[in-house]
């Protein structure tokens, strides 16, 4: 069970960086395989809190997927991405097969409120 209160003040201070994906349908596999057996090298980075690797909707010509990390702050996240533990951990990205339709489109987000379920707060 994830543990909130853990991450110190949880209203207003938090980063989210998120990626978005449209996979091939029949790169899917490898896709997937590639984001659960690589080697997570940013939990050791400075304000790094989670990471999350979700499958969405499926469509026709796609698979969506997504990628989400929280970080303390936006200046840990942007410490983290000038860090050479970040182009260690990116290397040879972009230089394979493509696995997705187009580009991966980033968003990100300063958490404004979080509200803690009951099961948390216990």
């Known amino acids: ?22 996979v091939r349908p029949e790169k899917e596999a490898e896709f997937k ?4 057996e690589r080697e997570v090298l940013l939990n050791t ?8 690797f979700m499958r ?20 840990a996240y942007e410490a983290w991405r000038k860090s050479e533990l970040f182009h260690a951990a990116h290397k040879g990205v972009g230089q394979r097969e ?12 300063e958490v404004l409120r979080t509200i803690i379920g009951q099961e948390q707060a216990a």
């Open 1 to 22: 069970m994830l543990d909130l209160k853990a991450f110190g003040s949880v209203e207003g201070t938090m980063f989210i960086a998120m990626n978005h994906f449209k």
């Open 33 to 36: 395989n590639r984001w659960l």
């Open 45 to 52: 980075a400075a304000g790094f809190l989670m990471i999350q």
């Open 56 to 75: 969405g909707n499926v469509f026709p010509d796609y698979v969506a997927y997504a990628s989400q990390t929280v970080w303390t702050s936006r200046e």
């Open 98 to 109: 493509a696995l997705t339709l187009e580009k991966r489109v980033f968003s990100s987000y």
